[in-house]
Structures are given as structure tokens and as C-alpha cells.
């Protein structure tokens, strides 16, 4: 960063001088001298207006001697680049085919001024000066010193560092740039670089195809190499960003060495053999990527997808059989190709300048001549015809030679160049074509092409709207870009071991759609076994029914997969953690979706169900056929003995007591959870209530049966026995009543017993409720139990107060019993709890009660007499 700042002070210093030298010497003579001249290769043509380029016609540069004992030389150029120098004559192309357009700058003739930088930002300066300031030695100064700059804007550069500085310089003056090549995203800043304008999308949307097409294969792991530059750093800063917001990582960060450093390429090549990433991207120049691949193949690291930024996705000195085994496959991110009818021809036409002096501008057709056909122009070097070689004469012809500046057949920066022309020519003509008093100027002027300024060409660059022959739009956003669009391509290695560039898609935006990625997968070559993608993550998608817990000091991309606990399934908006199933569900077995919780109550369709139905519906049969025996015998001894209208009510109320437990089988529902223990209560209350008048009674014939006794069974007659049993039970009534409006018991589904569970209940409402209308049978019961048990040695005449008091203590015992029980029993246990204790004390007191008195009925029936109950005393 620092040596930019001090080249680009250096170059400010350098432009200062150049101008200010020439004003002061104005002061003392009427004219002004340059105070040196760059010897640049270039090529030129006059015209009205003339445009300047700068392209990569050479691709190293011969380092002068700096020791200041003597004049310095002009640094040279080496290495002929004819793809550099097919850039420049597509430029020359395109200025020829304006000029023939009678529809395009009418009357308007542009020229061209075309100077090669020879891929070194000094000379690239150098050019851009020249371009500015233009190459005259001798300038006369005259009154006005008016007319058109040298150039009016500039096509280029091709670097993003160069078209950084140069444009840092030019931008002051407002010339306008239009690049070819130049990504960094960085040039897109109007405030630095006020006057750049590109045909070629910047990195920020290069890298966000590259994460289309990441995204587009799954692959979350992946390498990333750059070119140790503005390009390559400020691609890799973007990339970094736009891939931590798509939930992918880096598994590692490389820059490649300017220099073929051996130790540096060995150590980046052994963190790719190492890494479990199986895709590298690489956003470097071809250089570099030659530097690295010579060590690739040294190590023989294959097994890798190579993904390539447009620097490098098209470049043919990489697409050689040695290299092919190892970046076959190759999916790259290229310039839109386009098609440019005529090119060909115009390049066949090219022909070399005799005689050429430095002046002439034409040097770079030369240089091609001698490059393309291996021969020198006179004078030649010494010892050049000495060592065999041959002379140029500039008749030898293209055709017949084989020269990748021919090759049409895919074009892509070329069109660029293309485009940045018209762009400039569009720009232009409606530039004239203003009216005067309605220009965008001051004053509502216009430009004028004697007095043309370059920042008045920046205004219509900036509103410049056309479609190119091949059918692409051009124009630039807010920021100076064109509208994106980039060709996704492929490298093919064929069985004959020749290479083919394919297009397999392309991603591009619009002003309505934000990046659109179309690929045809079916085209794409895969170079291994398979034939399909690779796999390329650092952990694998965690499985349904777990969640990614991170490792520790690793990318987001590397986790652990922990199942989710019971209750909780995978979260598809955060794998990081499960999500918790609504009340009602719970997970599957897989932690992967949530299905209904089972339900449970005391179904009728269990065993424990059906059971206790069989059991109180066999409970309520039995107290009907004791029923029955006692209708069919109620004019029998021992069933007059024993106060028949008591007993029949007693049994009536028992069938209700076994009834009432169907109540608590089923699921509950609101009409059933408030009237099972309404029925419960009642029912029970009624049939103590009859054991206790029963009871009573017993003691009242007892006492009558003594002298003086008589008068105490008028308390206890019919009515007042009916009356009483009736008293007893609306106490209970009213308990239930209250209990009912108060706080009524609701149907509940419970989750506490069972987390997978639904206990479906009825939530007794008011515990205080329930425990009065208990407590309330527990009274009559105990008072029941007490008055047996005090008239327990009553003559053999009254011994059916031994069965009440046995019938109450197995009562009590069950109920005292079904408390603590009941209340640990979860879910549809308690019911099943209750359920029982209803059955065994009904059946209790059926049994007891009952019981003697049908064996006697039905299996002594001699028993069964006045004669055997008088004899023994029991007739009552």
C-alpha cells in the first residue's frame, strides 16, 4: 500500500513538472517544450477526435539503468502478447467501422492514439501522460490556446492496479476511462475514481456468480487462492464476505508469489494436498497460475475442481496436455463472448509500415510482423542475417501462417473493447447532436467540437443508452458499471487429449431480477471417476433428528451432529438448534418431524377397561337377579324377617352404585367428568344412607322388643324411614350442587406423567369439593359402622346387625384404603383406582348383606320357614 501512495506522489511530481515546465518557459518565449518524451510503442491514426487506448501488447519490461552516471534510458518492452495486440486492433476496427457509419458522428471523423504498457504500471503511467498531455516536443503558444485536448478519454487499462493509479491521476482532470478488464470492485467508489467507467462487471458481481455456483453444487468448503494485487486482494476480501453470508467457509487463504518463489509455491500446494476441501478457486493471472501449476504437477495433486476468475478461465497456456489431468474440468467465470462481423477481414488486412521511423506511431504493427513471421525489418540487429535469419519485406502473407490473432471464433475481452468504443462514439454523438439553449451545461449550453472537454464526455457516459449488434445492452449504473452478465464455461478434456473450452451457462442481472444462474449440467465435464460433482464440505449435512454443535477453534462449516432430545425434532431455520414440538406433539423415533402424542384414558377398548366394565355391569346383573329372588320370595319368613322395602331400595341403590362406575371408563368429557362424581357421591350416600336407617332400625325393634318398649318404633315407621334416607341424600345433593356451580370438574389432558403422553383426566376443579362429598359418605359409613357395631351382641333374633357391621368395616377398609392410593395413581390409574374401590365396596356390602339370605332362599329353602325362623327365634 505504501509503495502505491509513493508512486502515485511520484507520479503527481512527474506531472507537475511536465506541465510546469512548459509554463514557465511561456514566460520568457512564445513557445514551450516538453521537457522529455516517453519512446512507447503504439499505433495511431488521426481524426477530429481522437481516443486513446492502452493495451498489454508486451508482456515484460527491461529494467533501465538507474545509476544516474549518464542520461537514463527508456525502459523496453519484451514478449510479444498477440492476444494484447488483437485488443488493440479491435479497437482500431471499431473506430474504422464508426467512421463508415453514416447514422454515428455524422461529418465526425475519429482518430485513435494506441500505446502499449507492456503489463508494468510505469509504463502504463508513462502512456497515460502521454495520452493526456500528448507527444509534441515543440508547443507555440498563441493568445487564445484553445482547441481539444490530445485525447478526448481513454479505452483502458486492463489492470485493475493500473487503472487504479492511472485513474487516481486522469480522475482529477476528469478524463473519462472506459476498462476493458479492469474488476476490482474497488473502482466502482465515484468519489475516488469520479471518472471511470467499465464494459466488464466488477468483482463484487464475479464473486457473487462464483457463490451462485458454490451454492447451486453444495459446496460449503472450499480453497481460495489470489494474486498478490489490488485485483486479487480486494476479490478475496469480497469473496470472504459474500461467503460467510451464505454458510459456506474458507478451508484455506493463499496469496501466490509474484515471483517464482519454489518454497512458497510448495508450501501453498501442501496446504491443498493436505485440505479436505476438494474446490479451489483462483482469482491470479496466468503467470501465476502457471507457477503453481508446474508445482501441482510436481506433487501430483489431483482430485480437484478448479473454479477460475475471468483472468485466467480462457487462457490457453494452461490448456496443455501436461495440465489437463489436473485442471480438466475447470469451471470458470468468462467475459460475455460476443460476436464482431468483420474483425477477421480488417485483421487480414493488416500491414506492416516500411521504413518506420519512432515517429510514425505504427511500431506495434511492426513488432506483430516480426513476431508473426520471424524475420527482422532493415536495419537488423547485428548479426541477426549472420545467424540465419531473414528479413522482413511486408509482403509475406497472414494467411498462410498461424497466428492466434486470427482466431474469431471466441471473444471476449475483444468485445469488450468493442463495446467501450461505441460506448464512447454513442456518447459523443449525442453530445453534438445538443441544441444550443438546451444543453445540461451552464447557461443551458452545449459542447462544441472545436472546444470539446473531457468532463463534459463524462455527463452522456453516464446517461449513454445503446444495444450492440449481437443483441447486448450497454449502459452504466450510478457507479460506472455496465450491466452484468458473464458466460459460465468449461473446460472439456476430449479422449484424443485435445482441450475445448465449452459454455455450459451463464449468470447475469437485470434491472429486475437480482443474479440469475442458468446452467446446462448436462454438458458440464467432470474430471473424475464418477463423472459427477464432487463432494466438497467440511462436515456432512447433519441427519434428520440431530443439530450441529461446532468444533471448537474451526470454521462454522465444521460441526458435530448430536441427537435432539425426546420433545424436540430438527430446526430447518437453525440447524444449530432443535425445535421443540407444539403441546400436542412429540417427536418421532428419528427426531426428524412431530407426530400426535399418543392418547390414554381407561379406554373401553383395554383390558384394564373392559375388565372393570364386565365387572360392573356383572355387579349390576347380580344385584338384579338378587333382586329378582327377593320379589319372587318377598313373601317368604326371612325376607319379611329382614324389612323388605329397605332391602329392595338398598339393592336399587347398589345397581346404581356399580352403574355409576362406567362414568369414569371412556374419554372424558365435560358432561361425564361432572356427573361421575355427582353420581358417585349420591349414589353411594343413598345406599349408606339405607344401611343406616337399616341399622336403626334393628336397635328400634330391639328396644320395642322389651316392656315398655313399644313407643320407640313409631320414630322409625315407613314414612320416617323414607324420610330420612331422602334428608341424608339432598345433603349430599346440595354438596355436588355447590361443588358443580362453584368450581365443576373439567375434562384435562395431562402431560406431567408422560412426556410422549396425552393422559386425558378430570381435573376435580375443587379438591375441597371432592373431599366433602368423600368425607360426607365417610360419616354415614363410620355412623353406619358404629350403631352395627354397638348392637353386634344383640340376640341371634337381630343378628343382622353382625352383617351390617362386617359389610361397613369392608367398606371403610376399602375406601380408607383407596385415599393414598388414589392420590399417587397417575393418569387413568386413579380412574381405574376409583373405578375399583366403587366395584369392592359395592361389592362388599353386596356380598355381606345379601349374600346369607340368598343361600338360605335358595339352597336351604327348609330354613326358610316360620317354623325354623320362630324356632330359632329370629322372627321379628
Not at 493526456?132 to 478519454?153: F, H, K, M, R, Y
Not at 465515484?190 to 451454492?215: E, G, H, N, W
Not at 349414589?683 to 320395642?704: D, P, R, W
Amino acid at each position: 500500500m505504501w509503495s502505491f501512495l509513493r508512486m502515485n506522489l511520484l507520479f503527481l511530481y512527474l506531472l507537475y513538472y511536465y506541465f510546469c515546465s512548459a509554463v514557465s518557459s511561456s514566460l520568457f518565449t512564445a513557445s514551450c517544450q516538453l521537457q522529455g518524451q516517453f519512446h512507447l510503442n503504439g499505433m495511431q491514426k488521426s481524426g477530429d477526435v481522437i481516443l486513446g487506448g492502452l493495451f498489454p501488447v508486451h508482456l515484460f519490461s527491461g529494467v533501465p539503468d538507474l545509476s544516474f552516471t549518464s542520461k537514463p534510458q527508456q525502459p523496453t518492452c519484451q514478449g510479444f502478447y498477440v492476444l494484447g495486440f488483437r485488443l488493440a486492433q479491435t479497437m482500431a476496427f471499431a473506430i474504422n467501422e464508426i467512421n463508415r457509419n453514416s447514422n454515428l458522428l455524422p461529418n465526425v471523423t475519429l482518430g485513435y492514439t494506441l500505446y502499449d504498457n507492456c503489463v508494468n504500471l510505469g509504463i502504463g503511467f508513462r502512456a497515460a501522460l502521454s495520452l493526456a498531455s500528448g507527444q509534441e516536443e515543440q508547443i507555440i503558444l498563441d493568445d487564445t490556446c484553445v482547441g481539444n485536448p490530445p485525447v478526448l478519454a481513454i479505452v483502458g487499462d486492463s489492470s485493475s492496479t493500473r487503472s487504479i493509479a492511472i485513474s487516481n491521476i486522469l480522475g482529477l482532470y476528469r478524463v473519462p476511462m472506459v476498462s476493458y478488464f479492469a474488476t476490482c470492485s474497488c473502482l466502482s467508489d465515484r468519489q475516488k475514481y469520479p471518472s471511470f467507467f467499465r464494459t466488464i462487471p466488477s468483482d463484487a458481481f464475479q464473486v457473487r456468480a462464483m457463490i451462485q455456483i458454490l451454492k447451486h453444487f453444495g459446496w460449503t468448503w472450499a480453497g481460495l487462492l489470489i494474486s498478490d494485487d489490488d485485483y486479487g486482494l480486494h476479490a478475496a476480501r469480497s469473496f470472504q464476505s459474500e461467503l460467510s453470508v451464505s454458510e459456506g467457509c474458507l478451508a484455506y487463504f493463499e496469496v501466490l508469489p509474484w515471483e517464482k518463489n519454489a518454497d512458497e509455491l510448495r508450501r501453498i500446494v501442501d496446504v491443498m494436498k493436505k485440505s479436505t476441501a476438494r474446490v479451489v478457486i483462483a482469482f491470479a493471472h496466468e503467470s501465476h497460475m502457471i507457477n503453481l501449476m508446474e508445482e501441482v504437477v510436481r506433487q501430483n495433486v489431483t482430485g480437484l475442481q478448479w473454479m477460475a476468475s475471468e483472468v485466467w478461465t480462457a487462457a490457453g497456456v494452461l490448456q496443455t496436455p501436461q495440465l489437463m489431468p489436473y485442471l480438466g474440468g475447470t469451471l470458470g467465470i468468462a467475459i460475455r463472448q460476443g460476436e464482431i462481423p468483420g474483425l477477421k477481414e480488417f485483421l487480414l488486412q493488416i500491414r506492416p509500415i516500411l521504413h518506420h521511423n519512432s515517429s510514425s506511431g505504427n511500431i506495434m504493427v511492426n513488432q506483430f510482423w516480426e513476431f508473426t513471421f520471424q524475420c527482422r525489418f532493415p536495419p537488423a540487429p547485428a548479426g541477426w542475417v549472420e545467424g540465419g535469419g531473414t528479413l522482413c519485406t511486408g509482403q509475406e502473407e497472414l494467411e498462410n501462417v498461424e497466428t492466434e490473432v486470427l482466431d474469431t471464433s471466441s471473444l471476449r475481452p475483444e468485445y469488450n473493447v468493442y463495446k467501450a468504443v461505441y460506448a464512447l462514439a454513442y456518447s459523443l454523438d449525442d453530445m453534438l447532436q445538443c441544441k444550443p439553449g438546451r444543453g445540461p451545461f451552464s447557461g443551458n449550453s452545449c459542447a462544441t467540437l472545436q472546444m470539446l472537454e473531457p468532463w463534459q464526455l463524462v455527463y452522456y457516459l453516464e446517461r449513454v443508452n445503446f444495444t450492440t449488434p449481437f443483441g447486448n445492452q450497454v449502459s452504466f449504473d450510478e457507479n460506472g458499471d455496465v450491466l452484468p452478465i458473464y458466460d459460465v464455461i468449461n473446460w472439456l478434456w476430449l479422449p484424443d487429449g485435445s482441450t475445448k473450452v465449452q459454455n455450459v451457462g451463464e449468470v447475469k442481472r437485470s434491472a429486475f431480477k437480482d443474479e440469475e444462474l442458468i446452467l446446462d449440467e448436462d454438458k458440464i465435464f467432470w474430471n473424475f471417476e464418477s463423472k459427477k460433482p464432487p463432494r466438497s464440505v467440511c462436515s456432512e449435512s447433519c441427519p434428520p433428528g440431530t443439530r450441529m454443535v461446532r468444533k471448537k477453534g474451526e470454521p462454522k462449516c465444521c460441526f458435530d451432529c448430536i441427537p435432539c432430545s425426546e420433545g424436540k425434532i430438527t430446526n430447518t431455520s437453525n440447524s444449530l438448534e432443535c425445535t421443540s414440538c407444539p403441546e400436542d406433539f412429540w417427536s418421532n423415533p428419528q427426531r426428524d418431524h412431530c407426530v400426535p402424542k399418543k392418547t390414554e384414558f381407561l379406554s373401553y377398548h383395554e383390558p384394564l377397561g373392559i375388565s372393570l366394565t364386565a365387572t360392573s355391569l356383572l355387579g349390576t346383573f347380580i344385584c338384579a337377579v338378587v333382586l329378582g329372588i327377593f320379589i319372587y320370595h318377598r313373601r317368604t319368613p326371612i325376607i319379611r324377617a329382614n324389612n323388605s322395602e329397605l332391602s329392595f331400595q338398598l339393592l336399587l341403590s347398589l345397581k346404581l352404585c356399580f352403574l355409576c362406575s362406567l362414568l369414569f371408563i371412556g374419554r372424558p368429557r365435560l358432561w361425564t367428568c361432572q356427573l361421575r362424581h355427582a353420581a358417585f357421591g349420591i349414589s353411594f350416600v343413598l345406599c349408606v344412607s339405607y344401611i343406616l336407617v337399616k341399622t336403626m332400625v334393628v336397635l328400634a325393634v330391639f328396644k320395642a322388643s322389651k316392656p315398655g318398649g313399644g313407643a320407640s318404633l313409631k320414630w322409625f315407621g315407613a314414612m320416617q324411614q323414607r324420610g330420612t334416607v331422602l334428608v341424608l341424600t339432598s345433603v349430599q345433593a346440595a354438596i355436588c350442587t355447590t361443588w358443580l356451580v362453584s368450581s365443576s370438574p373439567v375434562p384435562h389432558k395431562n402431560t406431567q406423567y408422560h412426556n410422549d403422553k396425552i393422559v386425558y383426566e378430570c381435573a376435580v376443579g375443587s379438591t375441597v369439593g371432592f373431599a366433602v362429598l368423600l368425607g360426607y359418605i365417610g360419616l354415614l359409613a363410620f355412623l353406619s359402622f358404629l350403631i352395627a357395631f354397638l348392637a353386634r351382641n344383640l340376640p341371634d333374633s337381630f343378628n343382622e346387625a353382625k352383617l351390617i357391621t362386617f359389610s361397613m368395616l369392608i367398606f371403610c377398609a376399602v375406601w380408607v384404603a383407596f385415599v393414598p392410593v388414589y392420590i399417587s395413581s397417575p393418569g387413568n390409574y386413579a380412574d381405574a383406582v376409583e373405578v375399583f374401590a366403587i366395584l369392592a365396596s359395592s361389592f362388599g356390602l353386596l356380598v355381606t348383606l345379601f349374600g346369607p339370605k340368598c343361600y338360605i332362599i335358595l339352597l336351604r329353602p327348609e330354613m326358610n320357614t316360620k317354623k325354623a325362623i320362630m324356632g330359632r327365634g329370629i322372627e321379628s
